[in-house]
């Protein structure tokens, strides 16, 4: 059986001497300063969940080498697939699907590349790959990924680009430079893989996909300005606790040893790479749904302490939220139901459903946000702090102002607080923004479904049933088929 380190083991692993700038100056422990406690606190907590009673079914499953924990092992049939995205749904639910990385996330990212590089690439990049992603699991090691080269670089020659390359080969791994714009949870995790997407006239220099240490030498991470400076956990109970720090990564000179280098001078292979997605993208749906059945039970909860759920029209809204998040269920659960092994003999979800989920969920993100907003009402606006809720002079008018029904002013403005921060918060921006970029956009993900729905065959059957229809009404044969067949699987049209 393999272990899961703990929550005390995690918070103590940070204080490895990792270089974390932020506003000017480079953090101590992260795990004991302010700006960076909270999120620490968080990953801990998930550590934490797989020694908890509670969690053994949803954490752990039953595997080849025995009981392992669920993010770190390939599913081979549907049961494990689907059992992998109701785990990420219900760990997100733990933090209002306001987290996109767990330290389960990067296992994902590695179970992609591992399985691309065996269904395409070559053997030995295939055997370093599954090697680092088995690896992975003993003691459940925290991976992320960053991929966003800096903007500015598309005004600069490919060869004067900040993009990262190798700079030095030896016998025993390469040395990169360079820098990357952004990436999520990079100071919190343990590695970093760093797959730098690959763009017309890279130098072969630039197509490298590796991981390392992010307490290597020469590695330097530069955290963004904080969604919320307060961390008072009544008036901010998810920004306090659950903003991500995206960072800048900058890498001066780092060695990287072979067994952590997955693709190298080879522009192919980090192009066909980019397909390495498929299990990443079922976590992402699965935490947006999780965000989703939040903001219906805020929806539920707030009209239930107003007493306005039986109002006719009110009732009407809580349908339509009940409608978005159902729709978002229907898209997992099909894209688990449709799934089909890879060439490498792993189940990879249905991207069709992927795409048409998500695309749903990132055109009604902000129509749900104001929905909740809208039904809380004015209220929302100005629940009193804690401070105000124990100011003497203040508490008559504070209790009669917020106060009412079966709530009081505490619980009404605890439950306000929530609805603000989930909704109308820099941190719920942030969580859009997020949502919107890190897996390409909405033009991405139309994209996505349109060669999906080519690989898949869809495209051919319709077109199929229309030159059947035609054919036997009129007489008249045609052949569509050309526009249609699947193409080369290596390469994603999108």
Not at 226 to 250: C, G, K, N, T, W
Not at 326 to 345: C, F, I, K, M, Q
Not at 476 to 482: H, I, K, P, Q, T
Request: aromatic share 8%; hydrophobic share 40%.
């Amino acid at each position: 059986m393999t272990t899961m380190r703990t929550a005390a083991e995690y918070r103590e692993s940070v204080a490895d001497g990792r270089r974390v700038w932020y506003q000017g100056r480079v953090l101590g422990d992260i795990a004991a300063e302010p700006i960076t406690k909270g999120l620490v606190d968080s990953y801990a907590r998930w550590y934490g969940w797989h020694s908890d009673p509670e969690w053994n079914d949803t954490l752990w499953v039953d595997g080849p080498e025995g009981r392992q924990p669920l993010s770190f092992i390939a599913p081979k049939d549907v049961g494990t697939l689907r059992k992998l995205a109701d785990s990420i749904r219900l760990v997100a639910q733990q933090d209002a699907g306001t987290l996109s990385h767990t330290p389960g996330y990067g296992a994902l990212i590695m179970l992609g590349v591992s399985d691309v590089l065996a269904s395409y690439g070559e053997s030995g990049a295939a055997a370093t790959a599954e090697k680092y992603y088995r690896s992975m699991a003993a003691g459940g090691r925290f991976v992320t990924g960053v991929y966003a080269p800096a903007q500015t670089d598309r005004f600069r020659p490919p060869e004067e680009r900040l993009a990262v390359q190798v700079v030095e080969e030896r016998d025993d791994g390469i040395v990169v430079d360079g820098a990357l714009a952004i990436g999520t949870s990079l100071a919190y995790s343990d590695e970093v893989f760093s797959a730098p997407i690959p763009y017309p006239g890279m130098p072969v220099s630039q197509a490298v996909w590796f991981a390392f240490p992010v307490n290597a030498p020469g590695v330097e991470m530069v955290l963004r300005k904080p969604a919320s400076l307060d961390q008072d956990p009544f008036s901010f109970p998810l920004s306090s606790r659950f903003d991500e720090h995206e960072s800048a990564l900058i890498l001066r000179k780092v060695f990287v040893p072979w067994d952590r280098v997955f693709a190298h001078r080879a522009p192919e292979t980090c192009l066909y790479l980019t397909r390495a997605m498929g299990w990443l993208l079922l976590s992402h749906l699965a935490r947006m749904l999780a965000r989703y059945e939040f903001s219906l039970g805020l929806g539920l909860a707030v009209t239930s302490s107003l007493k306005t759920s039986k109002i006719p029209g009110v009732t009407e809204v809580l349908t339509d939220l009940a409608i978005q998040t159902e729709t978002l269920r229907t898209a997992l659960s099909a894209s688990v139901a449709d799934a089909s092994l890879s060439p490498a003999g792993n189940l990879l979800p249905d991207l069709s459903h992927l795409a048409v989920g998500t695309l749903h969920g990132l055109s009604g993100e902000a129509t749900v946000a104001k929905t909740v907003r809208t039904l809380a009402g004015q209220g929302v606006m100005m629940a009193p702090t804690q401070q105000d809720l124990a100011a003497g002079d203040l508490q008559p008018y504070i209790e009669k102002l917020f106060g009412g029904g079966d709530l009081s002013a505490l619980e009404r403005s605890a439950l306000f607080h929530l609805i603000t921060d989930h909704t109308a918060s820099a941190t719920e921006g942030r969580v859009a923004a997020f949502s919107s970029l890190s897996t390409g956009g909405e033009l991405l993900w139309r994209r996505r479904l349109r060669w999906a729905f080519k690989q898949s065959g869809h495209d051919m059957a319709c077109a199929d049933l229309v030159t059947k229809v035609l054919r036997d009404s009129t007489g008249v044969d045609l052949d569509l088929r050309a526009d249609f067949a699947a193409d080369d699987p290596r390469i994603p049209g999108y």
